[in-house]
T-cell receptor, first 111, second 113 residues
Framework: GESVGLHLPTLSVQEGDNSIINCAYSNSASDYFIWYKQESGKGPQFIIDIRSNMDKRQGQRVTVLLNKTVKHLSLQIAATQPGDSAVYFCAETTWANNLFFGTGTRLTVIP | DGGITQSPKYLFRKEGQNVTLSCEQNLNHDAMYWYRQDPGQGLRLIYYSQIVNDFQKGDIAEGYSVSREKKESFPLTVTSAQKNPTAFYLC????????????FGPGTRLTVT
């Protein structure tokens, strides 16, 4: 089966700095990727998604980069705020398949 | 408010008892999912349902059962056969039509002692 994993389980950044969270995937057939944010004791919230025909997508303060050559995607958060502290998951899927989630990276923003 | 509701938020049971977790959505989504999350781990798929009266096992279905009698409801029963039932359970739903984004409920934390 597919494996989706993150390079670092924890990440600490100063408030106002940019954050970069990385994710590796192993299924080259995956064509859709999502980043979720999960705050403590809550369900995951959608942040941004990207399809395999794109290599970059931007949202509000967030950018997702997809490198299909090395099967890697990253989530960049600009001007990180205390409210960004959470666990971030990447998820992948192929057509008609279910989502496969990584183990998550805990982002801590230091005021 | 449209969304997914799970109840209760915290649930305590004695070992050997079956327990049913509720999941309701008013988003008119066709597909619904149940995940289990353990500390420091990602989400693991228990069961999913693409349409009413139909459901499939996920990666860790043993010890669990579901039903999908109504489009808006997808209850999960944790049976006494589940060896390690204590976990955080998340329900999700998604519309059909080519979108894969799953919308999650707030979760139920089940503790079995």
């Amino acid at each position: 089966g597919e494996s989706v994993g993150l390079h670092l389980p924890t990440l600490s950044v100063q408030e106002g700095d940019n954050s970069i969270i990385n994710c590796a995937y192993s299924n080259s057939a995956s064509d859709y990727f999502i980043w979720y944010k999960q705050e403590s004791g809550k369900g995951p919230q959608f942040i941004i998604d990207i399809r395999s025909n794109m290599d970059k997508r931007q949202g509000q303060r967030v950018t997702v980069l997809l490198n299909k050559t090395v099967k890697h995607l990253s989530l960049q958060i600009a001007a990180t705020q205390p409210g960004d502290s959470a666990v971030y998951f990447c998820a992948e899927t192929t057509w008609a398949n279910n989502l496969f989630f990584g183990t998550g990276t805990r982002l801590t923003v230091i005021p | 408010d449209g969304g997914i509701t799970q109840s209760p938020k915290y649930l305590f049971r004695k070992e050997g008892q079956n327990v049913t977790l509720s999941c309701e959505q008013n988003l008119n989504h066709d597909a619904m999912y149940w995940y289990r999350q353990d500390p420091g781990q990602g989400l693991r798929l228990i069961y999913y349902s693409q349409i009413v009266n139909d459901f499939q096992k996920g990666d860790i279905a043993e010890g669990y059962s579901v039903s999908r009698e109504k489009k808006e409801s997808f209850p999960l029963t944790v049976t006494s056969a589940q060896k390690n039932p204590t976990a955080f359970y998340l329900c999700a739903s998604t519309p059909t039509g080519g979108t894969y984004e799953q919308y999650f409920g707030p979760g139920t934390r089940l503790t079995v002692t």
